[in-house]
Antibody, heavy 116, light 108 residues
Framework: QVQLVESGGDLVKPGGSLRLSCAAS????????MSWIRQAPGRGLEWVSY????????NYSDSVKGRFTISRDNAKNSLYLQMNGLRADDTAVYYC?????????WGQGTLVTVSS | EIVLTQSPGTLSLSPGERATLSCRTS???????LDWYQQKPGQAPRLLMY???NRAAGIPDRFSGSGSGTDFTLTISRLEPEDFAVYYC?????????FGQGTKLEIK
């Protein structure tokens, strides 16, 4: 079955960087758009970014544009989110999901905490 | 950015009752480009409905979705104990793909 496992979440200081990873299995990863969605503690869902199958197209929310970079390695069935210039309001559980318009499967998330 | 407003914020009902959740968008959506997700405490969201009215794989038929334009509804015909959760709508008509703030369905 489809499995998505995020990793890389940590406590980081404001202005710091972090790279999240998502390991995918159970489907043809290279045929699927992939997305990152986040959820601040006790809050709702916020779409962050998505990437097309061939890496030719990426899209970002205004809140992360210019600071975060989504990428993928289809040979390794892996999705990444490079996060630079982290701010306190980036604190959230970050989920990777299969798809971009219809998010058919989600990982369990990884917690990113930005605090001094 | 398209804003999604869900109502009510909290819905208190008993098992066996019918639940009606609303999602209103600030702009008309093309092609009913709206999904519904269910999230239980401590769990990741799960896709319930896509394209406003299509059930995702494995979703029981007590869940149904309807609507077009700016007004969408998720209906649960007879609530089961496992249905009490938070429900989010999301539009993918225009980028950014925004979510509603959620409706918490709680046991009365």
């Amino acid at each position: 079955q489809v499995q998505l496992v995020e990793s890389g979440g940590d406590l980081v200081k404001p202005g710091g960087s972090l790279r999240l990873s998502c390991a995918a299995s159970g489907f043809i990863f290279g045929d699927s758009y992939m997305s990152w969605i986040r959820q601040a503690p006790g809050r709702g869902l916020e779409w962050v970014s998505y990437i097309s199958t061939s890496i030719s197209y990426t899209n970002y929310s205004d809140s992360v544009k210019g600071r975060f970079t989504i990428s993928r390695d289809n040979a390794k069935n892996s999705l990444y989110l490079q996060m630079n210039g982290l701010r306190a309001d980036d604190t959230a559980v970050y989920y990777c999901a299969r798809g971009h318009t219809i998010l058919t499967s989600w990982g369990q998330g990884t917690l990113v905490t930005v605090s001094s | 950015e398209i804003v999604l407003t869900q109502s009510p914020g909290t819905l208190s009902l008993s098992p066996g009752e019918r639940a009606t959740l609303s999602c209103r968008t600030s702009q008309s959506l093309s092609s009913s480009s709206l999904d519904w997700y269910q999230q239980k405490p401590g769990q990741a969201p799960r896709l319930l409905m896509y394209g406003a009215s299509n059930r995702a794989a494995g979703i029981p038929d007590r869940f149904s979705g309807s609507g077009s334009g700016t007004d969408f509804t998720l209906t649960i015909s007879r609530l089961e104990p496992e249905d009490f959760a938070v429900y989010y709508c999301q539009q993918y008509s225009n980028s950014p793909f925004t979510f509603g703030q959620g409706t918490k369905l709680e046991i009365k």
